[in-house]
């Protein structure tokens, strides 16, 4: 049997050293050809069937699974998103509500530091006033003063101008009545 091997092997050298042709490829024998294609058909049916009850339904698993996961994210997502409005409407009203009693005590101690102001002006005033009648009363008190002794001085000076012009002392009577009569014309 070995021969008949080596004899094979033998012939098929001689053949492609004289120029002859080689073996056809084994996939393109004709001799070959429907075994392969029963092989093939059975090893298509076996890779089917074991992509489609192995590989499919974990693959499915694993989609399933993803799609569940990502829905459950949008879910917890949109939540939180109602949450955050929520909040930001509850923070917005906050902030009005805080703005508005803001104004509300700014305008309240506005109107107190005005009354406040007032109250103090009349005050001030009331006190320069009382200032200026008690000025009033001694300007008028140092004048009726100051004309009293005006009136002196200008009797003592009609006096002694009287003397000097003439050498002779007036009477003190006379030049009081000129001065007084002076005074008020």
């Known amino acids: 049997m070995a021969e008949s091997h080596g004899d094979a092997k033998g012939a ?10 080689k073996a056809p490829f084994p996939p393109f024998e004709k001799d070959t050809f429907a ?34 996961a990502v829905e459950s994210d949008l879910a917890a997502a949109q939540k939180l998103r109602e949450e955050t409005d929520a909040a930001l409407k509850a923070y917005e009203g906050e902030l009005a509500a805080a703005r508005a009693r803001a104004q509300a005590i700014g305008a309240e101690t506005r109107e107190k530091l005005n009354a406040a102001s007032d109250a103090e002006r009349k005050t001030l005033e009331e006190r320069l ?36 012009l003439t050498g002779i002392v007036p009477d003190g009577k006379s030049v009081e009545g000129a001065v007084d009569a002076s005074l008020k014309g």
């Open 35 to 68: 075994s392969q294609l029963v092989s093939l058909a059975i090893a298509f049916v076996a890779l089917y069937l074991i992509v489609s009850r192995v590989a499919l339904p974990r693959v499915g698993g694993v989609l399933d699974a993803r799609q569940k």
């Open 129 to 164: 006033t009382h200032k200026l009648v008690e000025a009033e009363k001694t300007i008028a008190a140092t004048r009726e003063a100051a004309m009293s002794n005006v009136r002196n001085i200008a009797a003592e000076a009609a006096a002694a101008i009287v003397q000097r």
């Open 12 to 21: 098929t050298a001689h053949t492609e050293a004289e120029g002859g042709h």
